[in-house]
T-cell receptor, first 115, second 112 residues
Framework: GAGVSQTPSNKVTEKGKYVELRCDPISGHTALYWYRQSLGQGPEFLIYFQGTGAADDSGLPNDRFFAVRPEGSVSTLKIQRTERGDSAVYLC?????????????FGPGTRLTVL | KQEVTQIPAALSVPEGENLVLNCSFTDSAIYNLQWFRQDPGKGLTSLLLIQSSQREQTSGRLNASLDKSSGRSTLYIAASQPGDSATYLCAVKNYGTYKYIFGTGTRLKVLA
């Protein structure tokens, strides 16, 4: 079956622009996570959705970052007024339920470069 | 605050060697620990997941152990192959949360 997919795979933008990153989780997975991975670092948690609602957004760095999941499936991470420090790989993961025992299945990521 | 450390940061070994990757964490109240593999420019692939009540998990040539009281986990790779070359990430999930806290990874290179 299809895994987690993310589009675009690469995004280059200019400082100050707005970007949207999309995540398609595995069909039927109710939990969805966004992480950000800077060069040479491990992924850092941004936000977790259970269904349509953001259950934990404690990892969002500031109010320029926002994420939605309106129908409980596809999610979009939105970044306003991008800064060079936002350059990173943005990873999406999904899991079948919110049980802590569930493995999280990761997508290939979107590499964002802010010039 | 949970912190995860991985040692060594990079490792280069000849093909066929057995090797051990180390992971330590500061808060022992974890729900589970997971080892991931990441190839350049790719996402993460789950290798092994160890629940807090377990001591080890095995899959093929991989064996992961967990000592929660000392805050340590090891990933043992037997008879390493060039195809094992990748970055290996350790991540822990604390009780009451759903997010993983990752280490910075070990970059492994297996030489043919």
């Amino acid at each position: 079956g299809a895994g987690v997919s993310q589009t675009p795979s690469n995004k280059v933008t200019e400082k100050g622009k707005y970007v949207e990153l999309r995540c398609d989780p595995i069909s039927g997975h109710t939990a969805l996570y966004w992480y950000r991975q800077s060069l040479g670092q491990g992924p850092e948690f941004l936000i977790y959705f259970q269904g349509t609602g953001a259950a934990d957004d404690s990892g969002l760095p500031n109010d320029r970052f926002f994420a939605v999941r309106p129908e409980g499936s596809v999610s979009t991470l939105k970044i306003q007024r991008t800064e060079r420090g936002d350059s990173a790989v943005y990873l999406c993961a999904s899991s079948p339920t919110r049980q802590s025992t569930d493995t999280q299945y990761f997508g290939p990521g979107t590499r964002l470069t802010v010039l | 605050k949970q912190e995860v450390t991985q040692i060594p940061a990079a490792l280069s070994v000849p093909e066929g060697e057995n090797l051990v990757l180390n992971c330590s964490f500061t808060d022992s109240a974890i729900y589970n620990l997971q080892w991931f593999r990441q190839d350049p420019g790719k996402g993460l692939t789950s290798l092994l997941l160890i629940q807090s009540s377990q001591r080890e998990q095995t899959s093929g040539r991989l064996n992961a152990s967990l000592d929660k009281s000392s805050g340590r986990s090891t990933l043992y790779i037997a008879a390493s192959q060039p195809g094992d070359s990748a970055t290996y990430l350790c991540a822990v999930k604390n009780y009451g949360t759903y997010k993983y806290i990752f280490g910075t990874g070990t970059r492994l290179k297996v030489l043919a």
